[in-house]
T-cell receptor, first 113, second 108 residues
Framework: NAGVTQTPKFQVLKTGQSMTLQCAQD?????MSWYRQDPGMGLRLIHY???????DQGEVPNGYNVSRSTTEDFPLRLLSAAPSQTSVYFC????????????FGQGTRLTVV | GIQVEQSPPDLILQEGANSTLRCNFS?????LQWFHQNPWGQLINLFY???GTKQNGRLSATTVATERYSLLYISSSQTTDSGVYFC??????????FGKGTRLHILP
């Protein structure tokens, strides 16, 4: 099993560019979520989804869009990158929104210049 | 929203020492997990422990849901235990919220 796969691992963007961070899981998990990790801030929830076709906002959703057209994929879109979005991004999945063990991808380190 | 507080924020120990990390949460939770983030940034599941006690080798965890806290015990620390330990909870709104972590540094 691949588990949770994030691509790319590293990315540099110029201010105003757009991009999509990909997240895929092969465990048939309903719950998927995106986090950003900044120094001293821990991991903060950006958006999450409890199943295909359903998404909701987390703590820091501004500047990010998501969609969930399939169970397996949960891409995160930056429409117009800003330096404040420089961070490490993690995608996670778990088998039920009522709570079981969550699994994380290896992270994407994004720098916006 | 639910608050998750971890203590201490930083901990420096000599190899072989024991340690206790604490996670307090402000509301009822559906689950609780402990993670270790290694120096390469990878998040590793340690325990899924919404209540009760679990042990895995030198690590063990206890969650007392009625009192809204969880403890992670590390015995006989090794340098490979260094990194940041996170507690994460899922609340009734289906959101997983992380604490800010405890940074552990084990000296050889």
């Amino acid at each position: 099993n691949a588990g949770v796969t994030q691509t790319p691992k590293f990315q540099v963007l110029k201010t105003g560019q757009s991009m999509t961070l990909q997240c895929a899981q092969d465990m048939n998990h309903e719950y998927m979520s995106w986090y950003r990790q900044d120094p001293g801030m821990g991991l903060r929830l950006i958006h999450y989804s409890v199943g295909a076709g359903i998404t909701d906002q987390g703590e820091v959703p501004n500047g990010y869009n998501v969609s969930r057209s399939t169970t397996e994929d949960f891409p995160l879109r930056l429409l117009s990158a800003a330096p404040s979005q420089t961070s490490v991004y993690f995608c996670a999945s778990s088998s039920s929104f009522e709570g079981t063990e969550a699994f994380f991808g290896q992270g994407t380190r994004l720098t916006v210049v | 929203g639910i608050q998750v507080e971890q203590s201490p924020p930083d901990l420096i120990l000599q190899e072989g020492a024991n340690s206790t990390l604490r996670c307090n949460f402000s509301d009822s939770v559906n689950n609780l997990q402990w993670f270790h983030q290694n120096p390469w940034g990878q998040l590793i599941n340690l325990f899924y422990i919404p209540s009760g006690t679990k042990q895995n080798g030198r690590l063990s965890a206890t969650t007392v849901a009625t009192e809204r806290y969880s403890l992670l015990y590390i015995s006989s620390s090794q340098t490979t235990d260094s990194g940041v330990y996170f507690c994460a909870v899922m609340n009734r709104d289906d959101k997983i919220i992380f604490g800010k972590g405890t940074r552990l540094h084990i000296l050889p």
